[in-house]
């Protein structure tokens, strides 16, 4: 069983930047795959970014292509997403997921493990 803690949601402004961390109590996420999904008020679960176990490869979604950044450290303990230029449509609870193997998805059934979720506000 993985345990996923997410910190580092928060209120900001337009065009401001936040940075998720997502860690997991007790072990190392080195061998999982790892994503980053979030879901605002009366919408779906939609992927947001996501990173191999190796960190070799990443993916994003349109909207959030080329202003946030996955990645992992090296000890393999946290998994960031950097987030900049935020903008109001940005605002929605944000979920860090595992996924055992190398590959990353952007299903979210494809993930099996996931934390509780952080709010992230950006105001106009």
């Known amino acids: 069983q993985v345990q996923l803690v997410e910190s580092g949601g928060g209120l900001v402004q337009a065009g401001g930047s936040l940075r998720l961390s997502c860690g997991a109590s007790g072990r190392t996420l080195s061998s999982y795959a790892m994503g980053w999904f979030r879901q605002a008020p009366g919408k779906e679960r939609e992927f947001v970014a996501a990173?191999?176990?190796?960190?070799?490869?990443?993916g994003y979604s349109d909207p959030v292509k080329g202003r946030f950044t996955i990645s992992r450290d090296n000890a393999g303990k946290t998994v960031y997403l950097q987030m900049n230029s935020l903008k109001p449509e940005d605002t929605a609870v944000y979920y860090c997921?595992?996924?055992?193997?190398?590959?990353?998805?952007?299903?979210?059934?494809?993930?099996?493990?996931w934390g509780q979720g952080t709010q992230v506000t950006v105001s106009s």
């Open positions: 997921a595992a996924r055992g193997g190398v590959s990353y998805s952007l299903r979210v059934d494809q993930y099996n493990y």
């Open positions: 990173i191999s176990w190796s960190a070799a490869s990443t």
